[in-house]
Nanobody
Framework: VQLQASGGGMVQAGGSLKLSCKAS????????MAWYRQAPGKDRDLVAQ???????NYADSVKDRFTISRDNVRRTLYLQMDNLRPEDTAVYYC??????????WGQGTLVTVSS
């Protein structure tokens, strides 16, 4: 399983970014997928999750600002991030849980939001 994340960068507060995560080596369409983030000195936390049938779940801190989606044909997971805040600054990781008894992680993509 390989997860290749991209789309991070620097943006001013109030701006937008869209992250992508291309998956290979797994049956993407049947797997729940998720985005996590880790700020400096903090734990890695769940940002958003999407099931195989499109049901979504968000951390309270990103509700109504972030949108998780998936394209099963392109085997790609997305995270649209709007109205970004400085506290959203973190390394963002895509996650594929529960494959052959373990979780798989992408390499991470850095998002920096300046005030």
């Amino acid at each position: 399983v390989q997860l290749q994340a991209s789309g991070g960068g620097m943006v001013q507060a109030g701006g937008s970014l869209k992250l992508s995560c291309k998956a290979s080596g797994m049956n993407f369409r049947i797997n729940t997928m998720a985005w996590y983030r880790q700020a400096p000195g903090k734990d890695r936390d769940l940002v958003a999750q999407i099931s195989s049938d499109g049901n979504t779940n968000y951390a309270d801190s990103v509700k109504d600002r972030f949108t998780i989606s998936r394209d099963n044909v392109r085997r790609t997971l997305y995270l649209q991030m709007d109205n970004l805040r400085p506290e959203d600054t973190a390394v963002y990781y895509c996650n594929a849980p529960g494959i052959r008894g373990r979780d798989f992680w992408g390499q991470g993509t850095l998002v920096t939001v300046s005030s």
